[in-house]
Each structure stands twice: as C-alpha cells, then as structure tokens.
C-alpha cells in the first residue's frame, strides 16, 4: 500500500502518516484497512499510470499475484514452494505482468522485504533476485525500501567489514587544495547514460567528496539538433539513481552571449576566419594539410560572412567559423578546427535567438574557465584535443583549467557509442534505451545490476590511465557480492 501511495503520489493528492495499523481514510463513510484494497483503489484514482494493467487479461493476473502475496508470502514461515512458483514465473519476465510496473510487483516485492526469512530461502532463486534487485534500485522502491531497514537493527561492524569494496587507485589532483577543487560532469542530452557515462560521474564525485570541493552538473547543449529535453530528464534521474549530488546545475547555453563575443574577438585578431568550403572537400584538405582558400579573407570579409551566418541566410548556412592555427600539424585536431556552424534548428532552450552555435571542443575551455573548474577530467581519447583546448584558453587569455586524463572504460564486444545506440533504438532492434542488453544505467540496472554493484565496479577501475578492456563477467562478480 505504502509503495502504491508512492507512486500515485505524483498524479493524486495523498499524504502518509506514520501509524500502528495500514488504513485509507477517503471520507469519514469510506475506509480501506487491507492492503490489497487500499493499493487496488490507488491504482484506479490514478489510471494512467497503469498500475492495474493495460487490459482485463492483465487485471486479472494482477488479481492473481495480490492474491499470492496474501496467501502464499505473508505470515508463511516456509518459502520455497512459493519462490519456486514465483522464479518459473520470472524466468523470461522483467516484471510480474506486461512490460511495466504494475501493483503485482509492488505487493510481491513488499511481501518478500518484510519477510525475516526471504534473505536466506531466497538465494537460490536467480531470476527472483534479479527481479527484487532491479525493483530495489528504483526510485520509489528505495524510497519505501528505507523504511523497511530503518526499523531494523543496524549491522554490526564485524558484519558490515566482510564486505569491504575493491576500490581501485585514485590519483591525487596535481595542484589539488582541499576545499578549492571544482570538477564538472557535462553529458549531452542526446540519449541515456551509459556506464562509461556512470564512470565519468562518479569519478568527478569522486574528487569532490575527497577535497571537499564543487561538483558542476553541465548540460553541453551545443547541437539543437541532437538536444531533446526528455533525455535532460532522464540524465537527472540516473544521476540521482547513482546517489551523485551536484553542487550546481548549468547549462552550456547559458553562455553563448560570452561565447559568440569571444568568436568574434578571434576575427577582429585574425585568429579566426569564415570558410564556406563544401564539408568534404574541407576534410579532404585537412587531410592533406592544405590551406582553405578562405584562410587569407580579410577582417571585413570575415565580418560579413559572419553576419550571413547570424542571419541564418541559405548563404550563411554554407560557412563556418573555423580557427587559424597550424594546417601542417601533425595533430590533426590543430589543423584549422571549426568552432561555429550556422543551425537554423530551433534550440530547446534559446529557441530561434541564435542561429549560429559553437562546438563543444570551443565551448568547453571557454565555460572551463568561466565557472571556475580547477580541474578538467577527460578521457585519454581527447588527448589530441588538449592541445586544441589549451590554444583556445591561451587565444582568449582565460583562466587556465588543469586537464586531467584517465582511461575510458571498455567492455569486450560492447558498443558505447552514443551514436551507434541511437541508430539501434531508431532502426527498432531494440525495446528503447532501457533494453537490457543495452550498456545504459536503466539497461543493466533492468538486466539485474544493482546501483551499488554498478558503483563498486566503477569504483575498481580508479582513475587510472591504463586502458583495459574488460569482460562482462567482472561486473557481473561485483555485483554478486552486494
């Protein structure tokens, strides 16, 4: 009932209070005392939630399972027979009934946490403890799931020692001060968090925690065309599913005025030019380290192209602003990189003010510095963009960030790309982001990784440089010893 007020919460209008017996006081002629009742009346106040089924087939099996978890868990001394039945049931299911959360998992999961005896009859069920882990590491369930241990007696350190965590080395900060460091974490809001994603977080967590320092949550919302505010959601919930805390919440947006002041700065310097080369013919000559014929345009020239680019014209949309540094590098991050491209998609939260938007490889020193990060943490395969980063900081004569490399986490046959998991999801090979063979947070926390057996593998890796790749079976271990 408790976990049915939980999720309702949201839609209807209902407070808890503490106290001795379980009862629904809807008016003084309507009250509910059983459980079962109370959840069921929850469920239909808040229909679209679909906590009592899409349809009368699934109606009925939600019947089922309350029936179950009144009958056959709760006050029964013995569970194996019922976990047994449960397990068969689970073996090919996500969930209980249909393809969500529906009230036969709220009343079977509550059944089992405030069983005495489920921890030890319950270990050789694999596909029930999958199912209870994933549940406990949703939101409502873990909210719920606090009353439960809060009641009970707190471990001894003796038992609570046994399970001590592999925690792997964490490099001092060069130049790190207690109480001075800022770190940030700047997802795109273009799909979930994946569990390189994960990694990245809770190693900036990571420092924060260790020199009481600034933890800077940044939404890098350069591309309107990839910026969904659905995913800004769901990044948020991972986050606070990861029991990461920010300090501050920003978003790259909130400096373009800045930004756009300092591109220009670089034309008016002659440290900029406006190119209106077709893309492949520019990656053609960047290849072969040629110059663009719009290396040489003169500071009016720029400006005027410029101008076209902030109009938005069709003209316009064919320019780029690009940096004049160095077409012989042997870097090829060096050889003239674009830092502004003409959009005339509509961003989700400047919407038509700009037409014109900066890459996230200028963005990012220049909002570096603005916010007062000490320290960058990135992985070792933006190192030949280090450069690139420490040239812009020098151009512009900002504050200068220390970049800090560790090594990106690799999985053996295992795409990360965000870009290739938006193609699976768009073809529809898969259920959505949170499919479980999917490598995001939802995906294995779905596939029955817990939150902090996810943390604990992460934890292991430090903050190494050494790029391993590893197999599926380690985070599995990790998660074992939960």
Known sequence: ALLAAEHVKASVQVSVEEGKDTRLHVSDAIQFNDANSISRYLARVAPALGLYGANMMEQTEVDHWLEFSARR?????????????????LSLRTFLVGHA???????????????????SQGKSFSHVNRWFSFLSSQVPFTAVGDKYTSKKAPMSKSNSDEKKQDVGKFVDLPGAEIGNVVVRFPPEASGYLHIGHAKAALLNQHYQVTFKGKLIMRFDDTNPEKEKEDFEKV??????????RPDQFTYTSDHFPIIMQFGEQLLAEGKAYIDNTPPEQMKQEREQRTESKCRNNTVEQNMKMWSEMKAGTEYGQT????AKIDMTS??????????FRCKNTPHPRTKNTYKVYPTYDFACPIVDSLEGVTHALRTTEYHDRDEQFYWIIDALHLRKPYIWEYARLNLNNTVLSKRKLTWFVEQGYVDGW???????VRGVLRRGMTIEGLKQFIASQGGSRSVVNMEWDKIWAFNKKV
């Open 434 to 440: 949170d499919d479980p063979r999917f490598p995001t």
């Open 73 to 89: 868990l709760c006050g029964q001394p013995g569970l194996t027979v019922a976990l047994g039945e449960l397990d068969k049931a």
């Open 101 to 119: 959360v529906t009230l036969a998992d709220l009343s079977v999961w509550a059944a089992l946490k405030g069983h005495g005896g489920w921890p």
């Open 319 to 322: 320019c780029c602003m690009r």
């Open 235 to 244: 990044i948020l919930e991972d986050i606070a599913m990861l029991q990461i």
């Open 330 to 339: 042997n870097n090829g991050c060096m050889r003239d990189p674009t830092f």
